[in-house]
């Protein structure tokens, strides 16, 4: 098997006896057949084509594309169009070029050039770079040679140079210097040359250069991992002096710490858990007997939206207003198109009457579109998508293309509906349900209070709650017991707080230590009862 640089030889011969005979040939036509160009003369322009198609798909040396069997087939079936003047040289050139750069790109990246870097980050990026297939081949190849470079000797004028050598060599032994002179440079940099001594000899004793250079490239990975160990090892020695300090700086300041901390969690701020009046009595309601309007309260607190929550200080006051409340504010955005207009048979019960909310509108365009059910929703679809959808996206600025979830009327091709209404809306009930998994982080907060009967009584008494309420589906029971949830989930979490900063022993039955405390300045020790 040929070294890459007698295949640079080997093409450079092949090349220039091309040369050669095409220069040959438009001579002899000039000659002989009185033509400007071979192009003019069909005798002349086959002998030409044949020529130059023997190069490649005919060649007696292993050259870049020999094995390429998809180029050839195509440069076969190129070269044949030729002879009838269906595709001119210079598209064959170009297309010999482009391979040509595919297969410098497979050569790069086989070779391993990554693994002669100075660095390991320095080879990443060169892997990167060989991987990019965006980046010119050209560019990629100055890249390379950028990566090797040392400033000390020109990269190009020495392969060169190497290649005249190897030309001119009369003997193995004079290959073997040549090796040595381009790879190891003793003339340029005799010092790095004295500890490569190993390697020089192995050239100088026959081995082949390959493995030599395979031999440099195992050591230098060994060398490599120890220097990655002792770097891994120093930069723990210096993690673990930073957590020293900054254990010592955090002893210091725990005592003044756990103080500020207290005193925050018990401060509360005037007027923090002041209640705005109910809004159908305006008394002030207490801190525990009040609900808000659940969907004031979801488009304002879970979908963003500027509206203010009517309060019910009473069952009472709630029973009297709520459902005004909802038909002017909350009112059916299909308008007077809603279903129960038009419909005297319509079932308010079941599924059919839940709440639903555009998805579209409330979270990508910032409309608070309200429809009485999922069906109302569906008969008013077109007019709600022209008359607020696409204003909306123009204004917005949203381009959204939903004509594939549009089913188009067979007869009137300007009408249309959802193919799955279900895609384009979002259920009160879903909405309440993401709400009861916050009541759910009851569990998780009650696991952080440090003494073990406030914390399993959290656990148990959430359970307990969760379980006992797991039936109930009116939408207005659930959010009050959302709120209610909510309103011990802040409790616990102060409470919580609180509790940390007091050090307690674990119990005998969490697995902590048994027997009875002794000692003395504080110190805990203990001694178990022999009794």
């Known amino acids: 098997m040929l070294e890459p640089w007698d295949e640079v030889v080997t093409l450079k011969k092949e090349r220039q006896l091309c040369a050669e005979d095409v220069q040959a040939i438009k001579a002899s036509c000039i000659k002989d057949h009185g033509k400007k160009h071979p192009l003019e003369c069909p005798d002349c322009w086959t002998r030409l084509l044949n020529r130059v198609r023997d190069r490649y798909l005919n060649s007696a040396s292993k050259e870049w594309f020999s094995g390429r069997r998809q180029f050839l087939l195509e440069l076969d079936t190129m070269f044949s169009k030729a002879h009838s003047l269906e595709v001119d040289l210079k598209t064959i050139e170009q297309r010999i070029l482009d391979e040509k750069k595919e297969w410098y790109r497979d050569k790069a990246k086989s070779l391993g050039f990554q693994s002669a870097t100075k660095s390991p980050s320095e080879a990443r990026v060169l892997q990167q770079k060989i991987n990019d297939r965006s980046i010119p081949a050209y560019q990629l190849a100055s890249e390379l040679r950028g990566a090797f470079s040392d400033s000390v000797v020109q990269n190009e004028e020495a392969f060169n140079g190497f290649i005249e050598r190897l030309r001119h060599a009369k003997s193995p032994q004079a290959r073997m210097e040549a090796y040595i002179d381009i790879f190891f440079q003793p003339n340029h940099d005799p010092t790095n040359a004295a500890k490569s001594q190993k390697y020089i000899k192995l050239v100088r004793d026959g081995i082949p250069i390959t493995d030599a250079m395979n031999s440099m490239a195992r050591d230098r990975d060994a060398a490599k991992g120890d220097y990655a160990q002792k770097q891994a090892l120093h930069k723990e020695l210096e993690e673990l002096k930073r957590a020293k300090a900054a254990h010592e700086l955090d002893k210091a300041k725990r005592d003044k710490a756990r103080q500020d901390k207290t005193r925050a969690a018990a401060a509360i701020p005037k007027g923090q858990h002041e209640s705005p009046p109910c809004s159908v009595c305006s008394k002030t309601p207490g801190g525990q007997d009040f609900t808000i309007c659940p969907l004031c309260q979801i488009l304002g607190d879970y979908y963003g939206f500027k509206v203010e929550s009517i309060l019910f200080c009473s069952q009472a006051c709630e029973d009297e207003c709520f459902e005004s409340h909802v038909t002017e504010t909350h009112e059916c955005a299909s308008g007077q198109g809603c279903v129960r207009l038009h419909d005297e048979d319509v079932e308010m019960g079941g599924d059919g009457s839940i709440l639903v909310?555009?998805?579209?509108?409330?979270?990508?365009?910032?409309v608070s579109s309200t429809f009485c059910s999922a069906r109302c929703f569906g008969e008013n679809f077109q007019r709600h998508r022209v008359s607020v959808h696409l204003p909306e996206r123009k204004n917005t600025q949203h381009e959204i293309n939903d004509e594939n979830r549009l089913e188009f009327d067979r007869d009137d091709k300007t009408r249309y509906r959802a193919k799955k209404i279900e895609e384009h809306l979002i259920t009160f009930n879903d909405v309440i349900t993401e709400w009861q998994r916050k009541y759910r982080q009851l569990l998780r907060q009650g696991e952080q209070f440090q003494a073990y009967n406030f914390r399993e009584y959290a656990k148990r008494r959430t359970r307990?709650?969760?379980?006992?309420?797991?039936?109930?589906?009116?939408?207005?029971?659930?959010?009050?017991?959302?709120?209610?949830?909510?309103?011990?989930?802040?409790?616990?979490?102060?409470?919580?707080?609180?509790?940390?900063?007091?050090?307690?022993?674990?119990?005998?039955?969490?697995?902590?230590?048994?027997?009875?405390?002794?000692?003395?300045?504080?110190?805990i020790a203990r001694q178990k009862d022999t009794g």
Request: hydrophobic residues 30%.
């Open 357 to 366: 909310f555009c998805r579209e509108c409330v979270e990508t365009l910032g």
């Open 464 to 523: 307990d709650a969760f379980r006992e309420n797991m039936s109930v589906q009116d939408p207005r029971e659930i959010q009050k017991l959302v709120q209610k949830g909510l309103k011990e989930l802040q409790m616990m979490k102060r409470q919580t707080v609180i509790s940390q900063f007091y050090q307690l022993d674990r119990l005998v039955v969490e697995g902590g230590i048994s027997g009875k405390q002794s000692g003395k300045s504080g110190d």
